[in-house]
């Protein structure tokens, strides 16, 4: 989920402080390393983001065109040397990527035989040399781009450059986001319009397997055959702050929002469905050494830790291990009994989570395997793990955990399977698995596009001060997800609770302002719920269900009902959630509070 941004104008603007400040406004794509790029002064490259990058860049840094990026790392650590803008061999041609270029090991190894020296460790900078080795035999700018870019597998959103035409950009779109901001006498290419908004509102949205070719007068799209694309300029509406956010109001609804893409990147190449099995390339290292593993212990801090309670479900009743689930800042204080055939897995979005590390490095001490669910690439998590799976959910800006936490239950869906199939599950329940985690982009989206009815009871609830979540099972740490979520963002106090332990306690606070939100989804622990639900409201109660879609009777027992699809009792999690984000969201809205900054909190928590 890196940002691009690139510009040719002839002068009509200094490239420099277009490319600068435009960066500044896709920052939420990537941080972690920043780079950019004129033919005029040359390429400038920094861990960090456009900050650092400002301070590296000299004061007489300028250019008629150029391209500019801010990277969210995949592969390669974030460092200057892999930072973007890559280049070919002799630095005359520059290139920025947002993708992963899936067959780039099987490139670069041809590419060395035929002579081609790499600087970084990146995937992207295969790509300049593929463009560069075309260039050799075509002496055509556009040709060997086009010839580059069909030799390549996976995804990139792309921006080209060549000193021999300082003037001419190549865009090209395959899965990644590619935007042409059409200007009077200059042009645009970036991953959204935000950038290109304080300049034209004209744009061009490039589709998957299209090439753009720009000068300052004109711009040609192509498909990769090269037969030419015509395509009508949109007018964007969006303010330049709002687009910021891709158009959402908030970080958080953004990040909700992109569910259904952020299942799909955790899976990407990862499931094997015609085997029932999947591919970890970060467990690869350590598969032996799993497959002896007796006991797992997962350690995490607030929604992590949550998605843990859900890891220890499916690994228990799918791979067959015994599971226990520890805060991060317990873990290290408890003396805790560890050897070789433990495995410390560590879950966390941020990477950095002091607690989260300490118990990883306590495991350590310990004698334990250290294994990792990481969102953010060469975070220190991350770094000091034996081994482990990343996310590949993409920035996450908003303080309030959303999109992590469905990747993280994603991965630990693909743990499950690869562990399970080490231990015994059949390729019959590997295939079942697979084939509906595969199913839940689609229904996460139904979810999604009922966001407005989510909306407006949200608002009918807003004179509740405290509100009970209940659940049983693989919903239980979805209670305490939503509880969390409505807390950290709107300030109502809300408690999430096992329904069977409602009665032990919580149900004395139960009176008709006091919600109840009840996960109840057509599965082994429904009747139980029902049960619950019909004690709440034998209370006066209000209670609103989270019900399978087609649950008739539900909707006799109580008014308020979000339905989901119906999925396989150990993904409910993943679908579950949801409703309850996009409640807490519009509750805070409701509330005029900004959801995106709650107060007293930090996106990355790095003290105990
Ligand atoms: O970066 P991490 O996943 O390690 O962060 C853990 C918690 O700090 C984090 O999930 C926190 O609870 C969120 N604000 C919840 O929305």
């Known amino acids: 989920m890196c940002g691009i941004f690139a510009y040719t104008g002839k002068g009509k603007k200094d490239a420099g402080k277009v490319l600068l400040d435009g960066l500044l406004s896709l920052e939420y794509r990537g941080y972690d390393s920043a780079g950019i790029f004129t033919p005029e002064s040359g390429a400038v490259k920094t861990p ?7 301070k590296k860049v000299s004061k007489d840094f300028s250019g008629k065109s150029g391209i500019a990026h801010l990277r969210w790392a995949t592969h390669g650590e974030p460092t200057a040397k892999n930072a973007h803008p890559h280049s070919d061999c002799g630095g005359e041609l520059w290139l920025v990527h947002n993708g992963i270029i899936e067959n780039f090991k099987e490139l670069k190894e041809k590419l060395a035989k035929l002579g081609h020296t790499f600087r970084s460790d990146s995937d992207t900078e295969v790509l300049a040399h593929l463009v560069e080795e075309y260039l050799g035999k075509t002496r055509d700018f556009e040709k060997a781009a086009l010839k580059a870019l069909n030799d390549v597998r996976g995804t990139y959103g792309i ?24 200007g009077n006498g200059e042009h645009f290419i970036a991953s959204d319009p935000s950038p290109i908004l304080p300049h034209t509102k004209k744009v061009v949205f490039l589709e998957d397997g299209e090439v753009a070719v720009l000068t300052p007068q004109k711009h040609v799209i192509r498909k990769l055959d090269s037969s030419q694309v015509r395509r009508n300029a949109t007018e964007i509406e969006w303010s330049a702050e709002q687009a910021q956010k891709g158009g959402y109001e908030h970080f958080m609804l953004k990040e909700i929002m992109e569910g259904p893409e952020v299942i799909e990147n955790t899976l990407r190449g990862r499931l094997l469905p015609s085997k029932g099995d999947v591919k970890l390339g970060g467990l690869e290292s350590v598969a032996k050494k799993l497959a002896k593993i007796e006991r797992i212990i997962i350690v995490a801090c607030g929604t992590a830790y949550y998605a843990g309670l859900v890891g220890e479900y499916m690994l228990e009743e799918h791979a067959g291990i015994p599971v226990e689930v520890e805060l991060g800042s317990e873990f290290r204080y408890r003396h805790p009994v560890l050897n070789e ?35 953010t690439v060469g975070s220190t998590i991350a770094r000091e793990t034996d081994a482990g799976v990343y996310n590949h959910a993409g920035p996450e800006i908003g303080v309030a955990s959303t999109k992590a936490f469905v990747s993280q239950l994603t991965a630990l869906a693909l743990l499950t399977i690869f562990l399970g199939r080490q231990r015994g599950m059949s390729p019959k329940e590997g295939k079942r698995i697979a084939r509906e985690l595969a199913a839940l982009p689609k229904k996460l989206q139904a979810i999604l596009d009922r966001h407005g009815d989510i909306e407006k009871l949200a608002k009918q609830y807003g004179f ?28 109502v106090h809300a408690e999430g609770c096992g329904a069977g332990e409602m009665k032990h306690g919580p149900i004395a606070m139960i009176d008709e302002r006091f919600p109840t939100v009840a996960l109840a989804p057509m599965d082994s622990m429904y009747e139980k719920m029902i049960s619950n639900i019909h004690e709440i409201k034998a209370r006066r109660g209000p209670v609103i269900v989270v019900a399978t879609e087609g649950d008739k009777e539900v909707g006799k027992l109580v008014e308020d009902v979000l339905y989901v699809p119906k999925t396989i009792e150990m993904l409910e999690p993943i679908l579950n959630v949801v409703p309850l984000q996009l409640f807490a969201y519009y509750f805070a809205r409701a509330k005029g509070l900004n959801v995106d900054r709650p107060r007293n909190l930090a996106k990355s928590v790095t003290v105990e």
Not at 342 to 348: D, E
Not at 471 to 483: D, H, I, K, Q, W
Request: aromatic fraction near 6%; charge should be positive; avoid cysteine.
């Open 159 to 182: 921006a080209l450059q060549y000193k021999g035409e300082p003037d001419k950009l190549i865009a090209a779109r395959m899965g990644s986001p590619i935007v042409i901001g059409l």
């Open 341 to 375: 055939r433990t495995a410390v897995l560590a879950i966390s979005q941020s990477g950095e989570t002091l607690d989260t590390l300490e118990a990883v490095r306590e495991g350590k001490r310990r004698g334990a395997l250290t294994l990792g669910i990481v969102n």
């Open 48 to 54: 960090g983001a456009v900050k650092e990058l400002r």
């Open 464 to 491: 509740a001060r405290d509100f009970l979540y209940l659940g049983r099972r693989y919903n239980l740490p979805v209670a305490f997800e939503g509880a969390l979520k409505l807390k950290e963002i709107s300030y």
